[in-house]
């Protein structure tokens, strides 16, 4: 079944080419949703059945792998192939599952947008397809080839509503910062190459594949993919485009911003493994990237007014946790030959995939009942929307990481690996503390965005109804998964020894925890019991600040605390010193590139042309039309010719 | 016998008055009169040299005297084209004022 893996990304293709390409009458209802489901249903049945026989213990690496030759470059060829192994399957559990979902759910939400429905599910179709290219590639140029094609999906989804200014400028930060990611993830890219001569991940990853490059080098190229992954996971600093990319539809922050395509860094960093251990420097780096995120893009979430915009801060401190996790795990595998961080990042990809486009696409009900973002103008919303106000507290006590729901299980494999990480290096503590304020602020600012959205009175005049069915049963399943992909821990092998699989050569004989021994741990391990007290802590804060009548929020509008606010609602006025200081640099350097083109480069093109401008101008004076003058030119030639050869000539001795 | 310099200074001369009339004179058919004397003086001195050889090696070359022959029937042809394009440049600009006709120039 697994070499009929590379059949997946083709559904959602030809699905594209089809709504692309049909005349609009037959694309039937909701211009193209049917075939949109199609694409995206029947790439969901083929990864559950190449996840099933992942499962079953079977993988698909290297030279077995069916692979076709792309391109022969001199005496290298370029191939493409796949590569199943469980981070690939786990990559396309999330992929389809949320995919096929939104795409369910976008009948509802895109029902109101008329002819422009039918560029929404063809570039939603064409995402979906190349993300699921990106995730089985077997190469990191194939890899970067998809990984700019979902870049560019991104772009025109955040474009969508492209007359709106803000969604236009937002569309193009996002595809110029993410730019920059992609610029060191192919100078990476390229530094192995040098070194290596193959991108193949077979060729990479093997025992001493990479021992032609040396020590700094290496530390160079896998800090330059990771920085591929800062700029797709939007890590700090590049992580403002997110919030600016909440411009797009909300099924597109569900299904590109929250769920999938910005996962993209985490899987590459994570794919990358193999790499990254053999420098922990780059480790450090990854970890400190990570952590920082978490806390930065956390706080930045607290005073937000724009529903999505809170979820899309989320996104990027939830990213920073999983990315912080990579990092510490790196650490643990070098020092503890234990996989502990590895797997409890990609867990809590997972349950996050999940969570967070559950949260999303709630957010998508919300708006579509009150036709606004700002939270301000919602409120007492618990009424009118019973399934969504419902499925969204599930996702809130999820991400806030209540117990038993998934977040909890996830977020505390994640906070476990870094505090054990920093038994080898003590800067993992302080990355712990990051974790646990970010802990305690996911908890606080969810309940914030909860309560502001249902509980109390309406604060403005709208008319608020529950959504239809297309939208409500996703956000069913999806609350059923928010609640139960944590259980993943304990099904079967468990999850911890699943995701152990797809790095087993760097761990050898590494200890294997029973289920028993996994769920021990995490009770009796008082770790476990801060995170959680910080996550009630967070949710009764916010329930005594948003919930309780008659709390005085006017407080925190002056002195020290109203100068805190206003950084908070400014972002730490990030995303301002980005427009006042760095593009202006940018600007006056190109202002000086252009100078240089315009007057040097141009100047001495154009000068050239001039100069021989003006030679033909003073020359064809010459050829006035007047026969006489030609002829007079003639004679006086010949006469010349002639006094040259007879005297000047035989003067000179010839 | 006339010494062959002579001829050749009363063609040199015919030629240069020739040349001196195409040069300056502004009516075109005066200016076609011209080259037609320039074209004699050629003609005048085949005759010449074709005369003048009998003198150096003793016997006859009659085939300069066949090339002026030649060259008389095609300054005839020649003046018949030359007068039928200034009829036409006259038709055409109602003047045969070299000068003036210059539409040709850049």
Request: aromatic share 14%; glycine share 10%; hydrophobic share 55%.
């Amino acid at each position: 079944m697994l070499e009929y893996a590379w059949l997946i990304p083709i559904f959602p293709f030809v699905a594209f080419l089809l709504i692309a390409l049909l005349p609009k009458r037959t694309l039937f209802y909701e211009d193209g949703w049917g075939y949109a489901v199609g694409g995206a249903a029947g790439a969901f049945a083929l990864s559950i059945l190449v996840v099933w026989d992942v499962l079953m213990g079977d993988t698909l690496t290297g030279a077995e792998a069916p692979r076709t030759t792309w391109l022969i470059i001199g005496g290298y060829e370029v191939e493409f192939g796949i590569w199943i192994d469980q981070l690939t399957a786990l990559m396309l559990v999330v992929v389809s599952i949320v995919g096929t979902l939104v795409v369910v759910y976008s009948a509802g939400y895109m029902h109101h947008e008329g002819d422009t429905r039918r560029r929404y599910y063809a570039e939603i179709m064409l995402f979906v397809s190349v993300m699921y290219g990106l995730v089985i590639a077997d190469n990191y140029l194939q890899m970067f080839i998809f990984w700019e094609l979902v870049g560019l999906c991104s772009y025109l989804l955040i474009g969508f509503w492209y007359e709106r200014p803000s969604a236009a400028s937002a569309a193009k930060r996002a595809f110029i910062v993410t730019r920059i990611g992609d610029i060191m993830f192919l100078a990476g890219i390229i530094i192995l190459f040098k070194y290596v001569g193959t991108l193949d991940f077979a060729g990479l990853f093997e025992e001493g594949g990479t021992h032609a490059v040396p020590t700094d080098m290496m530390v160079l190229a896998t800090a330059l993919i990771f920085g591929g992954a800062i700029g797709k996971s939007a890590q700090f600093p590049l992580h403002e485009w997110l919030p600016d990319a909440m411009e797009g539809p909300t099924t597109v922050s569900a299904l590109i911003h929250a769920a999938t395509m910005v996962k993209a860094g985490v899987y590459l960093t994570a794919r990358s493994y193999p790499l990254l251990v053999q420098t922990p420097e780059s480790l450090l780096f990854v970890a400190a990237i990570g952590g920082t995120t978490a806390l930065v893009a956390a706080t930045c979430a607290l005073a937000q007014n724009d529903i999505k915009r809170v979820l899309a801060y989320s996104t990027i401190s939830q990213l920073g946790y999983m990315i912080l996790g990579l990092g510490a795990g790196g650490y643990l595998v070098i020092h503890a030959n234990s996989p502990g961080g590895y797997t409890a990042a990609t867990f809590h990809l997972m349950n996050h995939a999940f969570f967070k486009a559950l949260l999303f696409l709630c957010a998508g009900s919300v708006i579509h009942a009150v036709s606004t973002n700002d939270m301000r103008m919602m409120g007492g919303l618990r009424k009118h929307m019973k399934i969504t106000s419902l499925t969204m507290l599930i996702g809130a006590l999820a991400i806030a990481g209540v117990p038993p729901l998934s977040g909890f299980w996830s977020k505390d494999e994640v906070l476990a690996a870094v505090w054990h990480a920093g038994e080898f290096d003590s800067i993992f503590f302080v990355l712990w503390f990051m974790g646990i304020a970010t802990a305690f602020l996911t908890a606080f600012y969810m309940f914030r965005m909860w309560f502001l959205t249902f509980a109390g009175e309406p604060r403005s005049d709208y008319h608020a109804h529950e959504s239809p069915k297309t939208m409500t049963v996703p956000l069913i399943i999806l609350a059923g998964l928010a609640v139960s992909s944590g259980f993943a821990l304990f099904i079967g092998d468990g999850f911890k020894l699943f995701m152990e699989g797809s790095i087993e050569e760097l761990v050898p004989g590494a200890a294997v925890e029973s289920l028993g021994d996994i769920a021990v741990e995490i009770f009796t391990d008082p770790l476990t019991y801060v995170s959680l007290v910080m996550a009630f802590a967070g949710i009764f804060l916010a329930y005594r600040m948003y919930y309780v009548p008659g709390f005085d929020r006017s407080r925190f509008s002056s002195g020290v605390a109203g100068k805190l606010q206003r950084a908070l609602e400014n972002r730490w006025y990030i995303s301002k010193f980005y427009d006042d200081f760095a593009v202006k640099v940018v600007y006056g350097l190109s202002l000086v590139c252009d100078a240089f083109d315009r007057y040097v480069i141009d100047g001495i093109v154009n000068g050239f042309a001039y100069l021989g401008g003006m030679t033909g101008g003073a020359i064809r004076k010459v050829q006035d039309g007047n026969v006489q003058r030609y002829t007079a030119v003639i004679v006086v030639g010949i006469c010349l010719i002639l006094i040259f050869v007879l005297y000047i000539l035989p003067w000179g001795g010839w | 016998m006339i010494p062959i310099e002579y001829w050749l200074i009363v063609s040199s001369l015919l030629f240069a008055v020739g040349a001196y009339g195409v040069l300056t004179r502004r009516n075109a058919i005066v200016v076609l009169m011209c080259i037609e004397i320039m074209l004699n003086a050629a003609n005048l001195n085949l005759v010449v040299f074709s005369s003048y050889h009998t003198v150096l090696h003793g016997w006859a070359d009659p085939s300069g005297q066949a090339f002026a022959l030649f060259s008389i029937a095609i300054a005839a042809a020649e003046v018949a084209v030359g007068l039928a394009i200034i009829l036409s440049v006259y038709r055409r600009y109602k003047t045969i004022d070299v000068d003036k006709i210059n539409v040709l120039r850049w």
